[in-house]
């Protein structure tokens, strides 16, 4: 079945630095990938779209220049949190959708604390 | 855009017992709707789905219905086990594009 991995699936970092959440489709081409925000006990927040080969598009809410992410190929998307804070601790989780155009794939999602 | 309300926000049940959630959507354009179910710490693992021209489907322990016309779905599993202990989000979505989930249930099967 399409498999999809995050690396690192958790990571500490201090106030003020930079962190980067990878994405990958391991077995299958995903045009399209998904990245959600889950608080504990809430449900996932879409927090932005990315589309091989071109920029995302970010859910309302959502500051562009804060979450950067890159989609450069059709089997990795990227999510870099800038000038992370202790208030963007939570659970990262991207999604994939295959070149059939139907059904995400989960990743099993990163979490991340910022002190 | 689309709105998903799932209920209960919590089930205990009794192992062997049938455990009910029940969503509902507000967007009569979509067409796909998947239940995930998400292990502390994971991500969602699809469990079942249900595509807008059908209305029910069934896999061992686990089905769910599809009232297109009331805009609601349902997701039922029966002969709870233990293992079933998790939480569960329904999701709507037109041709696959934005997924709308639920806030969540959380199952507690009491052996």
């Known amino acids: 079945g399409a498999v999809v991995s995050q690396h690192p699936s958790w990571v500490i970092c201090k106030s003020g630095t930079s962190v980067k959440i990878e994405c990958r489709s391991l077995?299958?081409?995903?045009?399209?990938m998904f990245w959600y925000r889950q608080f504990p006990k809430q449900s996932l927040m879409l927090m932005a779209t990315?589309?091989?080969?071109?920029?995302?598009?970010?859910e309302q809410g959502v500051e562009k220049d804060k979450f950067l992410i890159n989609h450069a190929s059709l089997t990795l998307s990227t999510l870099t949190v800038t000038s992370a804070h202790p208030e963007d601790s939570s659970f990262y989780i991207c999604?994939?959708?295959?070149?059939?155009?139907?059904?995400?794939?989960f990743g099993p999602g990163t979490r991340l604390t910022v002190l | 855009g689309e709105n998903v309300e799932q209920h209960p926000s919590t089930l205990s049940v009794q192992e062997g017992d049938s455990a009910v959630i029940k969503c509902t959507y507000s967007?009569?354009?979509?067409?796909?709707f998947p239940w995930y179910k998400q292990e502390l710490g994971k991500g969602p693992q699809l469990i079942i789905d249900?595509?807008?021209?059908?209305g029910e489907k069934k896999d061992q322990r686990i089905a769910v219905t599809l009232n297109k016309t009331a805009k609601h779905f349902s997701l039922h599993i029966t002969e709870t086990q233990p293992e079933d202990s998790a939480v569960y989000f329904c999701?709507?979505?037109?041709?696959?594009?934005?997924?709308?989930f639920g806030s969540g249930t959380k199952l507690n099967v009491k052996p």
């Open positions: 999604s994939a959708k295959g070149l059939a155009g139907d059904e995400q794939f």
């Open positions: 077995d299958f081409q995903a045009t399209t």
């Open positions: 990315s589309n091989e080969g071109s920029k995302a598009t970010y």
């Open positions: 967007d009569s354009a979509s067409n796909y």
């Open positions: 249900i595509r807008s021209n059908v």
């Open positions: 999701a709507a979505t037109y041709n696959f594009n934005k997924f709308y």
